[in-house]
């Protein structure tokens, strides 16, 4: 990369060096080589801690690329087909009459009412410390879907906490483990993993600048990873899935 395209990316990301402002680290890699990498602004405002290299991130939604690729995994060792119905694995969970199957949920076709909003309508909010068995329960109290499966495109978080639970029944592990051993330690990512709990102390962790669950599932499976280790397997996972 030339120095010309270095000094107008400084310039785009110098915004969040301005003061006591919210950053990022910034990661660019071309043909498998290292281009550009920086990082600015904080990670923690109130103890003014700047964003590093080695800080770790919470990378939210970005978590569903794994849950489905650990559906994936199951299914090519043919534990499930894509296509049953999901009673036969979370059928604990289901109180609801119209079959859904394992790829609706993978592709927010399922029809399903998102978590969030379910908990919201239960006076649960963001700032309460939700749980697993929060997010199940309200679950098991729904009755109706949205719209028929299939039929229309939503997005569901609802589904991908699912999916997380299907992968812990079929694997014998819980969902952080499975992520670790399975995605994680095969691809050298050391420093990416699904937080088994809120009690959990992570090093160098940096928090968005937004709110904090402990369910796993979408953003639900809690992952936390460095830009370098996500930057560096973006080929691998979207050719993997």
Same mark, same amino acid.
């Given at each position: ?80 087909? &894509?296509? !049953? ?8 969970? /289901?109180? =609801?009459?119209?079959? @859904? +199957? ?9 029809? &399903?009412? !998102? ?8 006076? /649960?909010? =963001?700032?309460?410390? @939700? +749980? ?110």
């Amino acid at each position: 990369m030339n120095t010309n395209v270095n000094k107008q990316l400084d310039d785009l990301f110098r915004v969040w060096d301005n003061g006591l402002c919210p950053g990022a680290q910034v990661l660019i890699r071309q043909h498998g080589e290292t281009v550009y990498e920086k990082c600015f602004g904080y990670g923690n405002l109130e103890n003014q801690l700047k964003i590093k290299n080695d800080s770790i991130l919470h990378v939210a939604s970005i978590s569903k690329e794994f849950t489905v690729l650990s559906i994936l995994l199951l299914w090519k060792e043919g534990k499930l087909d &894509l296509d !049953d119905d999901i009673r036969k694995y979370v059928g604990e969970y /289901i109180n =609801i009459e119209e079959p @859904i +199957t394992v790829r609706q949920m993978m592709n927010n076709v399922s029809g &399903l009412r !998102d978590q969030w909003e379910l908990l919201f309508m239960r006076s /649960i909010t =963001i700032n309460d410390q @939700i +749980t697993m068995d929060d997010i199940n329960t309200t679950i098991r109290l729904q009755k109706h879907l949205n719209f028929k499966p299939q039929s229309r495109y939503l997005y569901s978080n609802t589904g991908f906490h699912l999916l997380a639970l299907i992968v812990e029944k079929l694997s014998g592990m819980s969902f952080p483990q499975f992520a670790k051993e399975r995605i994680f330690k095969p691809l050298g990512m050391e420093h990416t993993f699904v937080r088994e709990s809120y009690t959990q102390i992570v090093p160098n962790l940096v928090y968005a600048i937004s709110f904090i669950r402990e369910v796993r599932g979408g953003d639900n499976n809690v992952k936390y990873q460095r830009s370098r280790e996500i930057n560096k397997h973006y080929k691998t996972k979207y050719s993997l899935l």
